[in-house]
């Protein structure tokens, strides 16, 4: 990252017994220091609308304190799919990609990306956390 950059690493976690679903994610600059971090229990969902309400959360949260241009990072290919393209209003989770959308349509820049879970351990943690 280049200097006045920043990136936001989100994930959902869903518990398995009881399908009781969390997000979280974390805010850092360029030099890796910690601007803001979440960790929400959304209820019961899929695994998808988990990645999707931890993304939602998180470019709520950085557009809400002025963070408007930054790299979006997430490990669900599924999730980034449907916020790159175009997503069908028949499509279960429709609606929740045309809220992210909503939130960033007036400005801004953000650059979604995949990223291993391996590199996103500490987002893991903070929607495990979610959970509790």
């Known amino acids: 990252m280049q200097a006045g ?24 600059g360029q030099c890796g220091f910690v601007l803001f971090c979440y960790a929400h229990n959304v209820g019961f969902c899929s695994v998808i609308h988990a990645e999707l309400w931890s993304i939602l959360i998180g470019v709520w949260i950085a557009w809400s304190r002025g963070y408007k241009t930054f790299f979006m990072g997430s490990y669900s290919q ?3 799919h449907l916020l790159q393209n175009r997503c069908s209003t028949h499509h279960t989770s429709s609606s929740i990609v045309q809220n992210i959308k909503e ?4 400005g801004g820049n953000i650059n979604w990306s995949h990223i291993l879970r391996e590199a996103n351990q500490v987002t893991n943690r903070l929607a495990n956390f979610g959970l509790s």
Do not use: E
């Not at 950059?5 to 850092?28: E, I, M, P, Y």
């Not at 939130?103 to 007036?106: A, E, P, R």
């Open 103 to 106: 939130v960033i349509q007036n």
């Open 5 to 28: 950059q920043f990136k936001l690493n989100c994930d959902g976690s869903v518990q398995l017994g009881t399908k009781k679903v969390a997000a979280g994610g974390v805010l850092h």
């Open 78 to 80: 599924v999730a980034i």
